[in-house]
């Protein structure tokens, strides 16, 4: 193999190939990870054949058992030391996010998504105190913040509306992002689901009908011919059953 990066790096040699091996023809370098020591290392797929259907699957050729992991080192420095991240309390993780490595930090947003919300919640509450969001080299870890709230689907307006605002543009482009997220994802139509069902429960009527149409004016409808059928009842008058009409955007069934 041979060594090197693109870039700038004033101790690097720029190559076009950071990995090659001109006499091993099965070299097949297929992803990449940055370990826990700060090692590169690199899985090697290492197989005669490279194709997909110009070749039979059956054809025993194939390797389906062995292959290689390179590791990558810096010759001269040291490697990272190893940092506890499987167990530790949640105040411990928190801090943890201000690492400057970014695979120490996914690994404690990994092991806080485990955690239950409420103890988060809890603690991130009083470790967000000490940032101030006005401050633009404070908006990282204030955005650490606002993605662990994404992360437990726990929405904080307020710390969104600060990561908006912030002095950091990149951190105003995240946080809009974090916005977008919870207009449209599953966690808001949960919530909307949430309301619509109360509603139900309060006029004691479903809103919607599967399968059919919906009309949202149909809804408020539904509401009032309901109420008016208790009034009826209460005062011993017949009352009609009365069903929305489809209105003229609703999509038109042929029977028969």
Known sequence: MSGGVRGDLSDSQNTENFLQSPKDRNFRPTDFEIGGDGALYVSDWQNIIIGHMQHNVRDPSRDHEYGRVYRVTHEGRPLMKHIKVDGEPISKLLDLLKERTNLTRH????????????????????????????????????????????????????????????????????????????????????????????????IGYPLKHQGSHHDPDCDHRREDEVRHAGTHRESGQEDQAHLCQPGPDAPQHRTG
């Open 107 to 202: 690994r404690a947003r990994i092991e806080l998504s485990e955690r239950e919300t409420s103890a988060v919640m809890s603690e991130l509450a009083k470790w967000v105190k000490q940032w101030n969001p006005k401050k633009a080299e404070h908006a990282h870890h204030l955005m650490e913040a606002l993605w662990l709230h994404q992360q437990h689907n726990v929405k904080n307006k307020k710390l969104l509306g600060q990561m908006l605002g912030s002095p950091n543009a990149d951190a105003r482009v995240a946080a809009a992002t974090v916005k977008q997220f919870w207009a449209t994802t599953a966690s808001a139509k949960n919530e909307t689901s949430r309301r619509e069902t109360h509603r139900e429960k309060e």
